[in-house]
């Protein structure tokens, strides 16, 4: 709330604010073949005018705007570093020194810098003007188009098109801050942001010491509300995603230099070279020395030809931090027992497969990737692409990362986080990641590849897709990101929306199966106006409702978006107790302590409880019993691991065991 409050104030002094474009600046395949690394200083000096020879800067009365359109770059700027991979927008205020280096020598990189001069109303608006941002933006084309024509006109010796010039100049703002508004009042895909935000972190901070709490503080949250949101959008902890950061960064070191394993380790954040080689065999079952030599001679003889080459290596350190003792200790306490974020926790042989690299800035979507996650809602549409005889059918399909020619009827898509909306289509994917795969209600999972999680690149190409569909969150975490995936197969971005009716709706457009969604969704509101009939005789009208999950450090209450909620209050249309409504449905509390459990627990309870959390049901369980549920014995149990999908084959199937428990036909 607090940045959408200092977005608006920044849009307020905007329109008030004096401004003129300065200069534009186009990068391009920059960083790429050079054998060296790119790297640009603009320094504060005096204003210069747009289209002059010396190297633009930012003085007192300077901004700029860097819009990065393809590949990724290091941004330093005002002693902040940002790891930027396209589409991505970066404002710096006045006196903001800038430089510009490519993580690789051998990856290109493009984009726009734009430098203005700025007048504010007042003096005491300035603040507000310079301040600096950044995030993916969810609709990149009509700001690069923009950029396009500032560009030409500028360049041209005629002062009518540099007049014209300036008047894109408005117009290129406002699209940049209504979508970063946009992003930030979509509350919906906040959490889903934070996890991106998070990434993004981990990503340029892997090397230096992390912890859970450190995590948590950045964005004011305990860590077992990150931890839930990681794993409601990835399926694993912060903790786990930092060790799947620094280990695949240290196989590219082992297998690109001849480092010391002692050299090694320090770059990836361990002081300790015992305790790194403990755990990279733990994570990949050889030691440093072995899996190089293993590996060696396989990376140097790889394919030159596959189209992933050219964004591997991605996840670059800025540089070696120092460190002592106190950091060894910090392994052992907290990456050496990672038992916090053991809940449901994916099968590790998947994991650890060449872990991730970041696409989505701070203030992304989820992310954008690329970098975590809150992008504009997406809209298909069904435009169709004319094309000869021989060519694949396709259509014109938009999402969150603009707009991709998919197949019309594609007939090998790999999904990487909905599996139960397209089965329930009658199309089963060719591939999707571990943490989905895990679903226990789906039932025949053969022929669906587990591309790992983090999700493996390599093995999404082995599987000849001709459609890859991610979230945000999935997007970024894959090598190379966006980029590498839409080298496999067109790939489209989409929502985490978590309503079945939503989801189905939104993959028979993707699928080209609208008449299928349209019948599971005529046939699964007949069951839910069924199953409100059948419970009537169950439940008194002025019954309340609580879902309460016990793990073992912490308490959760759910809303009505998964674990039972959305079908206890969306479509069986029961009454969620006071609290957990105010609260939790229309605020922001998940997590609980145990003294406030009588406020939450209504008349009727179900309780999930976690592997490990028996000891803290027996804190608890004098206050469950002290309930309205607990005296009247409404206290029922629900498996966790079942009730946290909320797909299409999932919630049926939690239906009819929701159903059945509240007419007693439950055993």
């Known amino acids: 709330m607090e940045m959408l409050v200092d977005c608006n104030a920044h849009i307020e002094q905007w329109s008030h604010a004096a401004v003129r474009l300065q200069s534009i600046r186009a990068y391009r395949e920059q960083g790429q073949g050079n054998g060296e690394v790119v790297g640009e200083q603009f320094d504060p000096q005096p204003e210069f005018e747009s289209g002059s020879e010396p190297e633009p800067t930012l003085d007192a009365h300077i901004g700029c705007f860097f819009v990065l359109t393809r590949g990724e770059v290091r941004v330093r700027m005002a002693d902040e570093v940002y790891h930027c991979r396209s589409p991505y927008i970066l404002h710096g205020g006045e006196g903001t020194g800038l430089s510009f280096e490519a993580p690789d020598q051998t990856h290109a990189w493009s984009g726009y810098l734009v430098v203005y001069e700025v007048v504010p109303a007042s003096s005491k608006d300035r603040h507000r003007l310079a301040q600096s941002y950044s995030f993916a933006p969810a609709a990149l084309l009509p700001i690069q188009e923009k950029c396009e024509a500032m560009e030409r006109l500028l360049q041209a010796n005629d002062s009518l098109d540099k007049l014209q010039a300036q008047s894109y100049f408005v117009p290129f703002v406002h699209e940049i ?23 993004q972190y981990i990503q340029v901070h892997y090397s230096e010491p992390i912890t859970a709490e450190k995590l948590a503080s950045r964005y004011h949250c305990s860590t077992s509300y990150l931890s839930r949101l990681f794993r409601s959008q990835i399926g694993l902890g912060p903790i786990e995603y930092l060790i799947h950061v620094r280990v695949h960064r240290a196989k590219q070191l082992l297998l690109k230099s001849g480092a010391k394993i002692q050299d090694i380790a320090s770059q990836v954040g361990y002081a300790d070279v015992y305790y790194f080689s403990r755990l990279f065999k733990k994570y990949t079952g050889h030691s440093p020395l072995r899996y190089r030599a293993e590996h060696q001679q396989k990376t140097n003889t790889r394919v030159q030809n596959n189209p992933l080459r050219a964004l591997e290596s991605s996840i670059v350190s800025i540089s070696s931090p120092s460190h002592n003792e106190n950091e060894s200790y910090y392994q052992w306490s907290w990456e050496g027992d990672t038992s916090m974020f053991r809940f449901s926790r994916p099968a590790f042989g998947a994991m650890m497969v060449l872990c991730t690299s970041l696409i989505l800035s701070a203030c992304q979507a989820s992310t954008t990737t690329g970098g975590t996650t809150a992008q504009q809602p997406a809209s298909s549409a069904a435009e169709a692409t004319v094309s ?44 999707t990641t571990t943490y989905v795969l895990d679903n226990p209600h789906i039932s025949d999972k053969t022929g669906i590849t587990d591309v790992g999680v983090p999700p493996d690149a390599e093995k999404i190409l082995a599987l000849e897709p001709d459609l890859i569909v991610t979230t945000p969150t999935f997007a970024e975490l894959v090598e190379g990101g966006y980029e590498a995936l839409n080298r496999i197969a067109p790939t489209i971005v989409v929502e985490q929306k978590n309503d079945p009716i939503k989801d189905v709706e939104m993959f028979g457009d993707i699928l080209g199966k609208q008449e299928e969604a349209k019948e599971w969704i005529a046939q699964f509101e007949t069951k839910i106006a069924d199953y409100k009939e059948k419970i009537k005789p169950y439940v008194k009208e002025d019954e309340t409702f609580t879902i309460l999950n016990v793990r073992p450090d912490t308490l959760m209450v759910y809303g009505d978006t998964n674990m039972g909620g959305n079908i206890l209050y969306k479509y069986l249309g029961l009454k969620p107790a006071a609290k957990v409504d105010s609260d939790v449905i229309h605020g922001d509390t998940w997590e609980i302590s145990s003294e406030v459990i009588p406020e939450y627990i209504g008349d009727r309870l179900f309780l999930a409880v976690n592997k490990g959390a028996e000891e803290k049901v027996k804190d608890v369980q004098k206050l469950i019993d002290a309930s309205p549920a607990g005296k009247s014995g409404h206290v029922y149990s629900i498996d966790f691991d079942e009730f946290l999908p909320s797909d299409a084959i999932a919630v049926e199937k939690q239906l009819d065991i929701i159903t059945d428990i509240l007419t007693g036909k439950a055993q």
Request: charged share 20%; glycine share 8%.
């Open 388 to 431: 000869d005889s021989t060519a694949l059918e396709t259509r014109t399909y938009t999402h969150l990362k603009g707009k991709s020619d998919i197949p019309v009827h594609p007939q090998r898509v790999v999904s990487l986080f909905h599996l139960g909306e397209p089965i329930a289509l009658g199309v089963k994917p060719v591939g």
């Open 177 to 199: 801050l209504r979508q970063r508004k946009q992003l930030l009042t979509q509350t919906g895909n906040t959490r889903a942001n934070m996890v991106s935000q998070a990434i």
